[in-house]
């Protein structure tokens, strides 16, 4: 089974400041990780996903994640936040024949001007 | 948009009545989901159903009932309701076990925000 740790719980952020998230996971087989955001009263969208390949993947938006496997981590970045930046952040991950997402606890990111 | 649409978005019950949320998806997913999302609480997991099958009941109460009559749809029926159980219900899909972890993202719908008098 694969479980997921995400280091903080709430993270405030000027405008215009970099912001990391931190996710730490445990787990036995080959692992796909994911970043989700929850806006206030919305379900969960995904932000990006780590299924093999390249470990730095980008969303749309300008937030990155790094696989790292000897660390087991999969941190959240993004260089520059805006106030529309703030919301829920979940990492998630799967492995193996596992098809179910253990999700981590949340990190609240809130922007301020 | 998603491609999971739950219906109602917001319900308000008494603790007897009898009400259903309803989760329809046409992603071609063979798995879904339902997890309860409340206030400083992580994410729990339901149920898990796998080609209408129920693989996943996470020590649910029998007042939370799980029915999938189709790979797209899958209800959630409720009744005698305590106000503990007021939370987000949110509904997911994604394909299903064997792909080794391949595609198996998760969408969310947009959640029933449940509130019980």
């Known amino acids: 089974a694969q479980s997921v740790t995400q280091l903080d719980s709430q993270v405030p952020v000027f405008e215009e400041a970099p912001v990391e998230l931190r996710c730490n996971y445990s787990?036995?087989?080959?692992?796909?990780l994911f970043w989700y955001v929850q806006y206030p009263n919305q379900g969960l969208q995904l932000l990006l996903k780590?299924?093999?390949?390249?470990?730095l993947v980008e969303s749309i938006n300008g937030f990155e994640a790094e696989f790292n496997k000897s660390q087991t981590s999969f941190h959240l970045r993004k260089p520059s936040v805006h106030i529309s930046d703030t919301a829920e952040y979940f990492c998630?991950?799967?492995?193996?024949?596992?098809?179910?997402?253990?999700f981590g606890a949340g990190t609240t990111v809130t922007v301020r001007a | 948009e998603t491609g999971v649409t739950q219906t109602p978005r917001h319900l308000v019950m008494g603790m007897t009545n009898k009400k259903s949320l309803k989760c329809e998806q046409h992603?071609?997913?063979?798995?879904m989901y339902w997890y309860k999302q409340s206030a400083k609480k992580p994410l729990e997991l339901m149920f898990v159903y796998n080609f209408k099958e129920q693989t996943e009941n996470n020590s649910v109460p029998s007042r939370f009932s799980p029915e999938c009559p189709n790979s797209s749809h899958l209800f959630l029926h409720l009744h005698t309701l305590q106000p503990e159980d007021s939370a987000l219900y949110l509904c997911?899909?994604?394909?299903?076990?064997?792909?080794?972890?391949?595609?198996?993202?998760?969408?969310f719908g947009q959640g029933t925000r449940l509130t019980v008098v």
């Open positions: 787990s036995s087989v080959s692992v796909y």
């Open positions: 780590y299924l093999s390949g390249s470990t």
């Open positions: 992603l071609g997913h063979n798995a």
């Open positions: 997911a899909s994604s394909h299903p076990v064997g792909g080794y972890g391949r595609n198996t993202e998760a969408f």
């Open positions: 998630a991950v799967t492995g193996g024949n596992d098809y179910k997402l253990s």
